[in-house]
Every structure is written in C-alpha cells, then in structure tokens.
C-alpha cells in the first residue's frame, strides 16, 4: 500500500482509530486502523476491512486495498462478535 492509499484510509474513519498497543492487529481495519465494525476479510491475503473502507476503497481506486491477483471478500462478523464484545474503550 502507498503511503497516499495509507493517508486516504485513515482519513475514511478517524473517528474509531484506538491505540493499536490497547487490540490486537487482527480485531483492526487493515486500511484506517479502527476496531473493526461490518467486518469483511479477503480470502487470498487474509486482511481485514470494514465493510465501508473496502466498498469505498474499491469505488475510488478500483482495486483490492492490498492488490491481491484474485480478491474475494467474505464477512467475518460472526468470527469476530465474540472477541470484540470483549473489548473495553
């Protein structure tokens, strides 16, 4: 990822950015750094998005956030409600 695809992640959902020191990577949005919410993961690279930085991601550059050959994307809520609900802010 360029550091303008970085800038422009982060910029998407800054309001949600925590400490990554406080979650571990897995529970964070591969491009804005948020807990995630909606959570989609792409079947080739094993990222993590949210549902709306991906879709807006997609939209604007139209490409996969991390330019997998063959992105699928699959929702991870499920997988994920039990290790967020866990979670304290």
Known sequence: ?????????????????????????????????????????CKECKNRFHRSCLTKFCRETGQCPMMCKKPKFISIEKELDKQLKGLSF
């Open 1 to 41: 990822m360029t550091e303008e695809q970085r800038r422009m992640s982060f910029s998407m959902n800054t309001t949600n950015v925590l400490s990554q020191g406080k979650v571990t990577s897995d529970l964070l949005c591969a491009l804005c750094h948020a807990v995630l919410v909606d959570p989609m993961k």
